[in-house]
């Protein structure tokens, strides 16, 4: 069974930092590109980073609102992807899902964990 | 970078109806890149639908998707209880991924 489970969310004041961590099992994770996306809550999904799979490959991507503030890393000995985030503000509060890419040459997202509340609160 | 924009932000329908979802991007996508998720409250984003019209394991055949170029559609043949949600698409291209703003999609 695939899991993945989020950890490292809590609450910070603006201009702090955090680390998430997503630990993956049940599948191949060096196989697999693993992303981050957010969500505030009842609003829509917003695609935060992604980092390309394979030891040798470790491309990595982050949309505008996040470049430069987040930083995504895996281990894959450990299977575990992270984001660490810097430079928090209020509007980086949401629930950030961690997420497989299976690379099947499709660009999707197969599998997601069950999101962690990120809130950035003075 | 690609902006998806769904239409109608809300459909209310009943049980037992067709249900049909848009989503129009503003340049052309690839049609691999094109996916639609269901969420329901609560809940993590669920895979429905991959390289436009490809369903995902699990995946009940009254789902289907269609499309090309800048217009995707999502159709739901028969609406059930359970299909009352809300639904993005998604695409990908130059390693960035975007979604749509969702559909939601209420009991009339």
């Known amino acids: 069974e695939v899991q993945l489970v989020e950890s490292g969310g809590g609450s910070v004041q603006p201009g702090g930092s955090l680390r998430l961590s997503c630990a993956a099992s049940?599948?191949?994770?060096?196989?697999?590109?693993m992303n981050w996306v957010r969500q505030v809550p009842g609003k829509g999904l917003f695609w935060v980073s992604g980092?390309?799979?394979?030891?040798?490959?470790?491309?990595?991507s982050y949309a505008d609102f996040v470049r430069g503030r987040f930083t995504i890393s895996r281990d894959n000995a450990k299977n575990t992807v992270y984001l660490e985030m810097t430079s928090l503000r209020a509007e980086d509060t949401a629930v950030y899902y961690c997420?497989?890419?299976?690379?099947?040459?499709?660009?999707?997202?197969?599998?997601w964990g069950q999101g962690i509340l990120v809130t950035v609160s003075s | 970078e690609v902006v998806l924009t769904q239409s109608p932000d809300t459909l209310s329908l009943s049980p037992g109806e067709g249900a049909t979802l848009s989503c129009r991007a503003s340049?052309?996508?690839?049609?691999?890149?094109l996916a639609w998720y269901q969420q329901k409250p609560g809940q993590a984003p669920r895979l429905l639908i991959y390289?436009?019209?490809n369903r995902a394991a699990g995946i009940p055949d009254r789902f289907s998707g269609s499309g090309s170029g800048t217009d995707f559609t999502l159709t739901i043949s028969r609406l059930e209880p359970e299909d009352f949600a809300a639904y993005y698409c998604?695409?990908?291209?130059?390693?960035?991924?975007?979604f749509g703003q969702g559909t939601k999609l209420e009991i009339k």
């Open positions: 997420a497989t890419d299976p690379r099947d040459g499709y660009g999707h997202f197969d599998y």
């Open positions: 980092i390309f799979a394979g030891d040798s490959d470790r491309r990595t």
């Open positions: 390289g436009t019209s």
């Open positions: 998604q695409q990908y291209g130059d390693s960035l991924y975007s």
């Open positions: 049940g599948f191949t994770f060096d196989n697999n590109h």
């Open positions: 340049q052309s996508v690839n049609s691999k890149f």
